[in-house]
């Protein structure tokens, strides 16, 4: 069942890796976690304690990608190009100021992150990406976006038992997928060759193979905080490509 737009039948696949052509950007690897610093806010010598007008740590390229009507954005600094460690802090703007909300440490690709993601690299994709859809194993948890709950997300079995609750809840960045689907849909209009089916999902306590990851507890304040009226949009990748 799929809040917001009645019943779909979403692709019954295995997530992330169980066929070849099925969810593969998710997944585990190895790793020892220690969160990404972000820098300080840009301030004005003059007004030092002034609001910033735009997220602190993301340069022009990028900024300039992130629709006018986004009100919410999930930024994710990785620790370094090459490393599994990031932290995603949570910013919303009111009136012209952006203010962050919450920070936490998180997981992204293993090898990193690339700003040409390929199927199979381990590294997670650098840009700029609306979040449209939810859904997971567990029941909805008041989750504003459309929440999709299906068994069809069970890690399968025969991972390393740490990884099976990676998928009780993830949130589709929309990277090569078809908006307005259910996370597992295995569309991709790029062509399989680009990779997909990169998520916020929950964390096992190491990298990912392209996604983000971070605690249950996280993921159940973004599923309860992210609200389509406010277009939300992640910004992701390491902290050199970020200001550039």
Known sequence: MRKGGGIRTAAVMAVCGAVAMSLTACGGGSGQHRAATTGGQRTD???????????PGI?????????????????VYGAGPNSPNSTVRLFTKHGSTWEGTRSWPAHNGRRGWTLNHHEG???????????????????????????????SFQAPHYWNKAYWHDFDYVIAIDYNRVKGTPPNDPTRPQGQSKGGSIW?????????????????????????????????????????????
Do not use: E, N
């Open 45 to 55: 010598d003059a007004r030092p304690s002034a609001a910033p007008t735009r997220v």
């Open 121 to 151: 690299d381990q590294r997670s994709p650098v840009g700029v990406f609306t979040l449209s859809d939810a859904g997971g194993v567990l029941a909805d948890p008041g989750a504003k976006l459309p929440y999709t709950r299906s068994a």
């Open 200 to 244: 916020l999902h929950m964390d096992h306590g190491s990298g990912t193979s392209a996604c983000v990851s971070m605690s249950q507890a996280q993921m159940r304040y973004l599923l309860r905080t992210l609200d389509p009226r406010q277009h939300p949009v992640v910004v992701m990748g390491d902290t050199q490509d970020l200001r550039a």
């Open 59 to 75: 340069g022009d390229r990028l900024w300039q990608r992130i629709p006018a009507d986004t009100r919410q954005v999930v930024a």
